[in-house]
C-alpha cells in the first residue's frame, strides 16, 4: 500500500512559480514510475509530467520547458517545479504512481492540491 499526499499549491499571479511535492509513505517511491497529473473544469485528466524508475522523464507539451518534475530518494518525495505560471495552467493537480512500463496512472493517487493562476 501507498500513501501519496501532495502540497504546495496555491494561488499565484501569472509568471510566478510554484513548487509541488508528493510524500509517500507506505513503500519506496524509487521503485515505481510517477507522475503528475491535472484535472480543470470541463476537461480530461492529462498527465502533466512523469518520470520512470530509471529518471526518463515525459511532459505535456504545454508545460515543456516550464515545469521540471524531480524525484528526492531520501525523502521518498517526488517534486514537479512550475515556472512561468499561465492562467491555463489552472487546474487541480495529482500525483500519482505510474502503470509498470507506461505513462498511465497505475493504483495510488493523492487527494490533489489546487493550482490557481491568475492574470
Known amino acids: 500500500q501507498v500513501h501519496l499526499e501532495e502540497s504546495g499549491g496555491g494561488m499565484v499571479q501569472a509568471g510566478d512559480s510554484l513548487r509541488l511535492s508528493c510524500a509517500a509513505t507506505g513503500r519506496t517511491l524509487s521503485s515505481f514510475g510517477m507522475g503528475w497529473f491535472r484535472q480543470s473544469p470541463g476537461k480530461g485528466r492529462e498527465l502533466v509530467a512523469g518520470i520512470t524508475s530509471d529518471d526518463s522523464t515525459k511532459y505535456a507539451g504545454s508545460v515543456k520547458g516550464r515545469f521540471t518534475i524531480s524525484r528526492d530518494v531520501a525523502k521518498n518525495t517526488v517534486y514537479l517545479q512550475m515556472n512561468s505560471l499561465k492562467t491555463e495552467d489552472t487546474a487541480l493537480y495529482y500525483c500519482?504512481?505510474?502503470?509498470?512500463?507506461?505513462?498511465?496512472?497505475?493504483?495510488?493517487w493523492g487527494q490533489g492540491t489546487q493550482v490557481t493562476v491568475s492574470s
Open positions: 500519482a504512481t505510474l502503470a509498470e512500463g507506461d505513462w498511465a496512472p497505475g493504483n495510488y
